[in-house]
């Protein structure tokens, strides 16, 4: 039976079919998808683990004790996971565990373009890289295959194009390998340095033999066409190449890393030009020009941005330049805080009182945006509370009364409760805050420790983040509803104000989890003074006009900020 799957949906599709028995992994877009679909499988544990440091760590021990397991995650949730991961590599595995590697050329929603196949090499970890959803699937299986062949972790690395993209998977049957027996192991599983001196030799010896078997592989394959041009490629890039390029040949790589030299040499040999074609960092380009074999490719594409058949079509075959860039007359369209948003609210008050903000990744980071204009810096899970605090000790207290951290709910278990405690623990003076909307918003409303419900939405184990806040030893910790605005100013005040650590904890739902049965709001148009008040918040239902504003019906869900911004009642619910 075929299906169109989305490449995520294959991913979990051949996760199922290889017998997995364990899948952890942190919601992260592109690669969110995956252990969401993974959940609809009943045979398979999965969870949200509260960030991707954790998710291999499970991974890895039910690996090691005997169950095909894999995590997933976005690109920069490798380096998250990277303490466990490139040890893991050193010690082994017992059955097959496989990292879902997501990565985001064109930072569609990412903080950068970073390019996992070097984190491959960097870890000495095989990485496999599919071009379609068929060959998620099947990947997924080999690479269960290769982790216990060679006795290793293995990254399947995907692209956003990749895991969003439907085709057209052959579905197959699961099969279920059965546990594998634990034996105690201390030389391979516990890394102390001497014993870690004699797998390093191991790991050194099976990359060398999988490097020669990636020659035979059959996920690298030469597809023989002109011998006037050669093309190495792998994954979305292939399907670009195929269609900008017909009459090329073209040598493809399922196996990015290590990579099949004698294949590529014999494959360079038979083409008069030899390009590499590859979204981000020219990294087979870099190897291959290593081996001395003349080639070219960033000159023409560069390393920014993602690649896609116009663009391959004008850099390779002089066609007329394409794409959003050169469309005439398309506005840009920014992401804004939705309608009845919590956070907006938040970031209105933090802007009236001119403070420097730390923000964090999610929903809030919006918050940078005109009108709103609220956030100074912004640059990983767990970080704003970490910069707030090194800004305080860097300029004293004086600085803390002017700067405040913002985080999700969240992001606040993901990383930031240790450089939460950290500041405690360092006698800080500053405010935090702790923007608690119940959920994981910008990857799609996943469930975390904080609101109480597993992957399955059944009730589990909720963290408190008052009393664990308080258990850390801060001095003043603070709930307030963000639709307050009157309440939250006092509050943000009084906390800024305070020399000592404090938390401020803005506590109201998602506007998208909730049902909203409040009455939207309209304007008096022989009231409205047309001041502009209510246009500061952002919010995308108010439509500014010549005469004044008008609120849009179908997008206003009647949280009531701009009724509380309008000093002369012309904003009111019907």
């Avoid at 992260?28 to 045979?43: D, L, Q, W």
């Avoid at 066609?319 to 840009?332: C, Q, S």
């Avoid at 990857?443 to 420790?449: L, V």
């Avoid at 004044?548 to 009724?563: N, S």
């Amino acid at each position: 039976m075929k299906q169109l799957l989305l490449g995520n949906e294959a991913i979990a599709r051949g996760a199922y079919e290889a017998g997995v028995r364990v899948s952890s992994a942190y919601p992260g877009t592109p690669s969110t998808e995956i252990n969401e679909n993974i959940a609809n499988y009943k045979e398979i544990y999965s969870e949200w683990a509260p960030n991707e440091k954790v998710a291999v760590e499970v991974a890895l021990g039910a690996a090691v004790s005997g169950a095909r397991s894999m995590a997933c995650m976005k690109h920069v949730g490798l380096n998250v996971a990277a303490d466990p991961f490139f040890t893991a590599t050193y010690t082994g595995v017992n059955a097959g565990m496989v990292v879902v590697v997501a990565d985001d050329p064109g930072m569609h929603s990412s903080q950068n373009e970073q390019d996992t196949r070097l984190l491959a090499r960097a870890s000495h970890a095989p990485c496999l890289d599919p071009s379609s959803s068929q060959e998620c699937k099947d990947f997924m299986k080999l690479a269960f295959e290769i982790s216990e062949e060679y006795d290793t972790p293995v990254i399947v690395r995907l692209t956003t194009r990749i895991a969003h993209a439907r085709t057209l998977v052959e579905l197959g049957e699961r099969e279920v390998p059965e546990l594998r027996e634990y034996k105690k192991d201390i030389r391979k599983y516990v890394s102390m340095p001497a014993n870690m001196i004699g797998r390093h030799k191991a790991v050194e010896a099976r990359e060398i033999r999988l490097a020669e078997d990636a020659n035979t592989l059959s996920v690298n394959r030469i597809e023989w066409a002109s011998r006037k041009v050669g093309v190495i490629t792998s994954g979305a890039a292939y399907n670009y190449v195929k269609e900008a390029m017909p009459d090329a040949s073209v040598l493809k790589l399922g196996l990015a890393y290590p990579l099949p030299r004698k294949l590529i040499e014999e494959f360079a040999a038979g083409v008069e030009t030899l390009y590499v074609i590859e979204d981000m960092e020219p990294f087979y380009e870099d190897t291959v020009k290593s081996w001395g074999i003349a080639c070219s490719g960033k000159d023409k594409t560069g390393v920014q941005g993602e690649l896609f058949m116009k663009k391959i079509d004008e850099k390779f075959n002089n066609a007329p330049e394409a794409g959003p860039a050169n469309t005439p007359g398309v506005p840009n369209r920014p992401p804004v805080l939705c309608p009845g948003c919590p956070h907006r609210g938040l970031y209105y008050i933090l802007g009236k009182l001119k403070l420097t903000v730390c923000s964090d990744i999610g929903c809030y980071t919006l918050g940078a945006l005109p009108p709103l204009s609220g956030v100074d810096t912004c640059v990983c899970m767990g970080a704003s509370i970490g910069m707030a605090h090194g800004m305080e000790k860097a300029r004293g207290h004086e600085q803390a009364k002017k700067t405040v951290a913002v985080l999700g709910d969240s992001t606040f278990c993901h990383s930031g409760m240790t450089g939460l405690l950290n500041m405690a623990y360092n006698r800080a003076v500053g405010t935090v805050i702790i923007a608690d909307n119940s959920i994981t918003g910008m990857t799609g409303h996943q469930n975390n420790p904080a609101n109480g419900l597993d992957i399955h939405g059944e009730p589990t184990t909720q963290l408190d983040i008052v009393k664990l806040c308080e258990a850390m030893g801060v001095a003043s910790v603070r709930v307030v509803d963000p639709f307050d605005l009157k309440e939250l100013e006092a509050v943000l005040r009084e906390e800024t104000a305070r020399e000592a650590l404090s938390v401020i904890i803005t506590r109201r739902p998602c506007a998208l989890i909730v049902k909203q049965n409040n009455p939207v709001y309209a304007c008096d148009p022989d009231k409205c003074r047309n001041c502009g008040m209510c246009m500061r918040i952002g919010c995308p239902a108010i439509i500014k006009t010549a005469t004044g504003v008008r609120i849009d019906p179908t997008q206003c869900v009647g949280c009531g900020l701009c009724g509380q911004l309008c000093h002369f009642g012309a904003l009111r619910a019907e």
